[in-house]
Nanobody, 114 residues
Framework: QVQFVESGGGLVQPGGSLRLSCAAS????????MGWYRQGPGKQRELVAG???????IYATSVKGRFTISRDNAKNTVYMQMNSLKPEDTAVYYC????????WGQGTQVTVSS
């Protein structure tokens, strides 16, 4: 079982950048494919980006070219660099395995607004 603590969110103007971090517990973190998910106001949670244990990444069409997911298995941490942020990126961001387990963290709020 792996548990997650997300951080790095905040309020940013359109066009700005943020870097999210997710610290995961568990000694076998490195074998899991991981994902960043988000849930915007009134919307269902969706997969934003995923990364395999070997480092291969996939992205939702809406963020491709703007977001970059990465991982450091030695630190049990997953990151997501978010550039050129748009108001529609406003959401609570979560990390989890891919496919996701039932154990979600508290998430980190990202608000993109002028």
């Amino acid at each position: 079982q792996v548990q997650f603590v997300e951080s790095g969110g905040g309020l940013v103007q359109p066009g700005g950048s943020l870097r999210l971090s997710c610290a995961a517990s568990g000694s076998i973190f490195s074998i899991y494919a991981m994902g960043w998910y988000r849930q915007g106001p009134g919307k269902q949670r969706e997969l934003v980006a995923g990364i395999t244990s070997g480092g291969n990444a996939i992205y939702a069409t809406s963020v491709k070219g703007r977001f970059t997911i990465s991982r450091d298995n030695a630190k049990n941490t997953v990151y997501m660099q978010m550039n050129s942020l748009k108001p529609e990126d406003t959401a609570v961001y979560y990390c989890n395995t891919r496919p996701p387990s039932d154990d979600w963290g508290q998430g980190t709020q990202v608000t993109v607004s002028s």
